[in-house]
């Protein structure tokens, strides 16, 4: 999570900072991060992935992590060993089903 600069305008609905060039530097530096990290987790033998925070964003995850307000939370990063017991099993992400197929936004080069 970061603590966004006050915004200089009004924010809109469901905006949750200001997107100045500084906050995006913050968000992209903390995507690196976190990709390193579950790099390094998975050549160690950990499944893992990076969710946005759903329900971790409402004002119950705010108060169960004691997130000062205003900070808003950037990602969530989740570990598994490899091998799990097979009453966990695995799921889709919710949106899974409205993905469209990687050739209609992708390209890759040779």
Known sequence: SFLPNPP??????KQDFE???DNME?????GAFCQ???LAAESDG??????SGGDLRKPWGAKYFNRPAGEVIIGALFFFPAETPEKVGEGAGS?????????TWSTWFD
Request: hydrophobic residues 40%; proline residues 3%; charged residues 25%.
């Open 95 to 103: 949106l899974a089903d409205k993905r469209s197929d990687i050739d």
């Open 46 to 51: 950990y499944r893992s992935y990076w969710s």
């Open 8 to 13: 200089e305008t009004e924010l809109g609905h």
């Open 19 to 21: 997107p100045t060039f």
């Open 26 to 30: 913050i968000i992209a530096a903390a």
């Open 36 to 38: 390193s990290v579950l």
